[in-house]
């Protein structure tokens, strides 16, 4: 018998470690040329979770949960790394001791995604797989910061002659703001587990926005692959704020079952 805590860590390493590489791409490729240092760490880091990706393809939902806490305690450890790296380029920059093509709040952003890697494989090595109502709510927020902060680096990125583009960015920026300020209110209303309902209603809300902002990133990544946008966006950046709005979708497809009692 599969042990969902087994299927379900190998799951998020799988997603996030695949996401952490790819962050420290993009932190290096951002980086002037004199910055050698910081590029230097960056590196080490896309190979620390080249290994980790090596060393999850030994795994599988069958091994022994003893194993995958074990696992998961040393990924933990890379992820915790990568944080405080992270929060080191964002310190650097907001003292303007560093200058690169990095946004602020794209290091915070990048950041904010390590911390919830690290906090999820807590979580998992506790036990703790079902969500309760206030989780949630709390991953929601979470999320739709996430969906907001693409929006917004989407609309910056994108030549400002693509006015069009630039302007759904907007609006998608707008929308997932507004999202969020409304979860933020829920999150203080602290709904129990016979207020279900609201939940349901705040999760097929967010359901219908993110699968809209996640079409629209896919039209994006296939038109900057067949190079028909004008653009500063690298084509893997563009998939990979595609998969983020996947992940979402399935997180609240998740949390959906969680509240009808269907936990397959």
């Known amino acids: 018998m599969t042990d969902p805590i087994v299927a379900r860590s190998l799951d998020e390493i799988k997603f996030w470690s695949r996401i952490m590489k790819e962050h420290a791409l993009f932190l290096s490729l951002g980086f002037t040329h004199d910055q050698d240092q910081l590029i230097s760490e960056a590196q080490q880091f896309i190979a620390i979770f080249e290994r980790i990706e090596e060393r999850l393809a030994r795994f599988s939902i069958h091994s022994d949960l003893q194993q995958i806490r074990m696992f998961n305690s040393e990924v933990y450890q890379a992820a915790a790394g990568i944080w405080n790296y992270k929060r080191k380029v964002l310190g650097l920059t907001l ?7 990095n946004y602020p709040l794209l290091v915070d952003h990048i950041s ?31 999320f739709l910061r996430i969906m907001a902060d693409h929006a917004k680096f989407i609309g910056h990125l994108l030549d400002p002659s693509e006015r069009k583009l630039v302007e759904q960015a907007r609006e998608f920026s707008h929308d997932f703001d507004q999202l969020l300020f409304q979860a933020v209110d829920l999150e203080s209303m602290r709904p129990q587990s016979e207020t279900r309902p609201i939940l349901s209603q705040f999760l097929n809300q967010n359901k219908v926005s993110v699968a809209s902002l996640r079409d629209f990133k896919k039209t994006a990544r296939e038109l900057i692959e067949e190079c028909r946008i004008k653009s500063n966006i690298h084509p893997l950046l563009a998939d990979h704020t595609f998969r983020e709005a996947e992940r979402f979708l399935d997180i609240i497809e998740l949390f959906e079952n969680s509240l009808t009692g269907n936990t397959n």
């Open 112 to 142: 904010r995604e390590a911390a919830y890697f690290a906090n999820r494989l807590q979580e998992l090595n506790r036990g703790e797989l079902a969500p309760k109502p206030e989780a949630i709510i709390e991953e929601n927020v979470f």
């Open 95 to 101: 003292r303007c001791e560093i200058r690169s093509n």
